[in-house]
């Protein structure tokens, strides 16, 4: 039992190291989630502030992970122009969108208010 559970976080450890080493957006948000947190030290966040930037982070760095893999699965369906992937990875990306103007709203209250 402790085996299998233990391949299962290899795996989910290579799908993750994977998609930092090939895929630019996750290497993007993964820089800005580290400004965050450096952010977050330098202003001196209160500790509800940090469960918010915590939790936003973790979120998008979640979602991002599934764009990707939805991604990957439209193309092992099929590499040709195929209306319905395209949807899919429209609405998968849009999905990320919407999540990434969330969080800069949340940074922006978050953050401005201690830099000025």
Excluded at 33 to 59: D, K, P, R
């Amino acid at each position: 039992m402790i085996r299998k559970h233990t391949i299962s976080v290899q795996h989910a450890l290579e799908g993750l190291l994977w998609a930092f080493s090939s895929q630019p957006n996750y290497r993007i948000h993964f820089s800005l989630s580290a400004l965050s947190l450096v952010g977050g030290v330098l202003l001196h966040i209160s500790y509800t502030e940090w469960l918010i930037v915590i939790v936003t982070i973790m979120g998008g760095l979640v979602l991002e992970t599934i764009n990707t893999a939805l991604e990957k699965c439209g193309d092992a369906i099929s590499e040709e122009y195929n209306i319905h992937i395209k949807r899919a990875k429209d609405c998968a990306a849009g999905a990320m969108f919407m999540y990434a103007i969330g969080a800069i709203v949340l940074a922006s209250i978050i953050f401005l208010p201690k830099m000025f």
